[in-house]
């Protein structure tokens, strides 16, 4: 990017502000010299006095927002902050801090950023989208706010995850974020106590619902296609009854897919990849039972299926090793309460309302717990997972930390230290019996920006479900022994980049190999995608 903004304009631009690091001579040229403090930075110097502040914060909202107030005045810094340590500010721009920022988003909010679309503004779309100032918009990640992680209906201040989620495209797998635009449709919310709230920002109305809605989503995906004829759409948090139809009607006819449905399946799919190189299995002998059965569980079954068809295995006996326990029970044959998406994975089994009944009578080498209800998977239920495996996967991956299954150090002690462990959000490591286990983070972030970055390299036309399945084992290729030792099933964090552009560039020889790309195949694809990388320092 290149700008002819000068003087204190210049200084009010986050994508072209230094800050105290403009040195003397440009100060000069550009007319802003006498607008900062005489002596000049180097970046380095300005992340750690980035790093001093945020040291003095007693909470992560705190964190939270000094680093979107960074984000809107210096966005090389804010990213540069990120990049030195991600393992360290993933939990604080995402989860599971964004969700407390989303449910005080009204209280909390600084400045715009992104685009909103009300539906109120129906006929109009393409005309508000052209208000935004970058015309190469390569990546949208949307939300209509109506299932925030594990939160529900959180109106417009769902924006918290289109924005963090995108942040984490850059910081994690160099998606440059000029190209990025976080989005959220307004078509009212159901919560009355934001509806109530004198301070909220959003449409006072019920959602809309039907035709009406989808005739919004429609016109939102053809003014993205006008305006943006390059760009991804990525959605984000829509609830069930839209979310699984939403991406059913774009999937092959745009170049979009749903983080919750296929990114939670991806990262759950390398989780269990990983899972069985300790526990000494092959991945169709795996049986999975979840908790949910919502478009997050059906994902994840949909390609666990599909990765064990990959190895030989009938496709309906593949998807009778996935099993859904919702909250009235097995998810069986015989039900009359279940929806269509959810009808592939009806089992023929007796009635059975108690989680962990079904574990005994299921026998699954794997739960998975998506359900956003803490403390379901309880002692009876891991007691049970250790009576029927020798090694017993646990996967609570419900968001935020709040809403998770269960906890590690529950999941560790009440198996005697036999699980293999991971969840949607973080925990410290635990001992027991004098061995110290290293909880991972099933987090989706291994997959949505490494998937982004090989979408833009490429510049994909459609994003598969092969695609994610390419991720995941990507993802579970880069697991060491000695990570398996600690009870590591995901790279580590602090590795995210490196591991992520490994998995980008296995994404992208699957779009050439496909005939997917927008573009000639690349000499060498690594260097290729390595070289389009974003980093984080003034040009």
């Given at each position: 990017?290149?700008?002819?903004?000068?003087?204190?304009?210049?200084?009010?631009?986050?994508?072209?502000?230094?800050?105290?690091?403009?040195?003397?001579?440009e100060?000069?040229?550009?007319?802003?010299?006498?607008?900062?403090?005489?002596?000049?930075?180097?970046?380095?110097?300005?992340?750690?006095?980035?790093?001093?502040?945020?040291?003095?914060?007693?909470?992560?909202?705190?964190?939270?927002?000094?680093?979107?107030?960074?984000?809107?005045?210096?966005?090389?810094l804010?990213?540069?902050?990120?990049?030195?340590?991600?393992?360290?500010?993933?939990?604080?721009?995402?989860?599971?801090?964004?969700?407390?920022?989303?449910?005080?988003?009204?209280?909390?909010?600084?400045?715009?950023?992104?685009v909103?679309?009300?539906?109120?503004?129906?006929?109009?779309?393409?005309?508000?989208?052209?208000?935004?100032?970058?015309?190469?918009?390569?990546?949208?990640?949307?939300?209509?706010?109506?299932?925030?992680?594990?939160?529900?209906?959180?109106?417009?201040?769902?924006?918290?995850?289109?924005?963090?989620?995108?942040?984490?495209?850059?910081?994690?797998?160099?998606?440059?974020?000029?190209?990025?635009?976080?989005?959220?449709?307004?078509?009212?919310?159901?919560?009355?106590?934001?509806?109530?709230?004198?301070?909220?920002?959003?449409?006072?109305?019920d959602?809309?619902?039907?035709?009406?809605?989808?005739?919004?989503?429609?016109?939102?995906?053809?003014?993205?296609?006008?305006?943006?004829?390059?760009?991804?759409?990525?959605?984000?948090?829509?609830?069930?009854?839209?979310?699984?139809?939403?991406?059913?009607?774009?999937?092959?006819?745009?170049?979009?897919?749903?983080?919750?449905?296929?990114?939670?399946?991806?990262?759950?799919?390398?989780?269990?990849?990983g899972?069985?190189?300790?526990?000494?299995?092959?991945?169709?002998?795996?049986r999975?039972?979840?908790?949910?059965?919502?478009?997050?569980?059906?994902?994840?079954?949909?390609i666990?299926?599909?990765?064990?068809?990959?190895?030989?295995?009938?496709?309906?006996?593949?998807?009778?090793?996935?099993?859904?326990?919702?909250?009235?029970?097995?998810?069986?044959?015989?039900?009359?309460?279940?929806?269509?998406?959810?009808?592939?994975?009806?089992?023929?089994?007796?009635?059975?309302?108690?989680?962990?009944?079904?574990?005994?009578?299921?026998?699954?080498?794997?739960?998975?717990?998506?359900?956003?209800?803490?403390?379901?998977?309880?002692?009876?239920?891991?007691?049970?997972?250790?009576?029927?495996?020798?090694?017993?996967?646990?996967?609570?991956?419900?968001?935020?930390?709040?809403?998770?299954?269960?906890?590690?150090?529950?999941?560790?002690?009440?198996?005697?230290?036999?699980?293999v462990?991971?969840?949607?959000?973080?925990?410290?490591?635990?001992?027991?019996?004098?061995?110290?286990?290293?909880?991972?983070?099933?987090?989706?972030?291994y997959?949505?920006?490494?998937?982004?970055?090989?979408?833009?390299?490429?510049?994909?036309?459609?994003?598969?479900?092969?695609?994610?399945?390419?991720?995941?084992?990507?993802?579970?290729?880069?697991?060491?022994?000695?990570?398996l030792?600690?009870?590591?099933?995901?790279?580590?964090?602090?590795?995210?980049?490196?591991?992520?552009?490994?998995?980008?560039?296995?994404?992208?020889?699957?779009?050439?190999?496909?005939?997917?790309?927008?573009?000639?195949?690349?000499?060498?694809?690594r260097?290729?995608?390595?070289?389009?990388?974003?980093?984080?320092?003034?040009?």
């Amino acid at each position: 990017m290149s700008t002819s903004l000068t003087g204190y304009s210049l200084l009010r631009d986050p994508r072209f502000n230094r800050g105290t690091a403009f040195p003397l001579e440009e100060r000069r040229a550009l007319g802003i010299e006498g607008l900062l403090p005489p002596a000049p930075s180097s970046l380095e110097h300005q992340i750690a006095r980035i790093h001093l502040e945020l040291s003095r914060l007693e909470t992560d909202l705190l964190k939270y927002l000094l680093l979107s107030d960074l984000q809107a005045r210096n966005e090389t810094l804010y990213y540069a902050v990120l990049m030195s340590d991600p393992a360290a500010f993933m939990p604080i721009v995402y989860t599971p801090t964004v969700g407390e920022a989303c449910q005080k988003f009204d209280h909390i909010f600084r400045a715009a950023r992104g685009v909103y679309l009300p539906i109120s503004a129906k006929g109009r779309l393409n005309e508000l989208l052209s208000h935004w100032p970058v015309k190469d918009v390569r990546f949208i990640v949307v939300t209509d706010g109506e299932r925030i992680l594990g939160l529900g209906d959180l109106g417009v201040g769902g924006m918290g995850i289109p924005i963090g989620k995108l942040s984490l495209y850059t910081a994690c797998a160099g998606v440059p974020p000029e190209v990025c635009l976080p989005v959220t449709l307004d078509v009212g919310t159901n919560n009355t106590t934001l509806r109530e709230d004198p301070l909220y920002l959003g449409l006072r109305q019920d959602r809309v619902r039907g035709e009406a809605y989808h005739a919004f989503i429609d016109e939102f995906v053809d003014a993205v296609q006008e305006r943006f004829p390059n760009c991804c759409i990525q959605w984000e948090d829509f609830a069930n009854i839209n979310a699984v139809p939403i991406l059913a009607r774009f999937r092959d006819k745009v170049c979009t897919y749903n983080d919750d449905i296929q990114g939670t399946a991806a990262i759950a799919l390398a989780g269990i990849l990983g899972a069985i190189r300790i526990t000494g299995q092959k991945l169709v002998d795996q049986r999975v039972l979840f908790l949910g059965a919502g478009s997050a569980a059906t994902g994840i079954a949909e390609i666990v299926s599909l990765a064990m068809t990959q190895e030989g295995m009938d496709a309906a006996a593949a998807r009778a090793r996935n099993v859904l326990f919702d909250v009235n029970g097995l998810v069986t044959t015989a039900r009359k309460d279940i929806a269509d998406f959810q009808r592939a994975f009806a089992i023929d089994h007796v009635p059975v309302d108690d989680f962990a009944e079904a574990v005994r009578a299921i026998r699954p080498t794997v739960i998975i717990g998506v359900s956003a209800v803490p403390k379901l998977f309880n002692r009876a239920v891991i007691e049970a997972m250790s009576d029927v495996n020798e090694r017993p996967v646990i996967f609570p991956y419900s968001n935020p930390t709040s809403r998770s299954e269960c906890t590690a150090e529950e999941a560790y002690r009440w198996s005697q230290g036999k699980a293999v462990f991971a969840s949607g959000s973080p925990f410290p490591p635990v001992t027991v019996d004098g061995v110290e286990f290293v909880p991972g983070q099933g987090n989706n972030v291994y997959i949505f920006p490494a998937m982004g970055m090989a979408v833009y390299a490429t510049r994909a036309r459609r994003v598969t479900q092969d695609m994610f399945i390419v991720a995941a084992r990507a993802v579970a290729s880069q697991v060491s022994d000695d990570d398996l030792a600690r009870g590591l099933i995901y790279p580590p964090q602090s590795n995210i980049f490196d591991a992520s552009l490994e998995v980008a560039v296995k994404v992208a020889e699957y779009v050439f190999d496909h005939g997917l790309a927008g573009v000639e195949r690349f000499d060498d694809i690594r260097e290729a995608i390595a070289g389009m990388a974003y980093k984080a320092e003034y040009r």
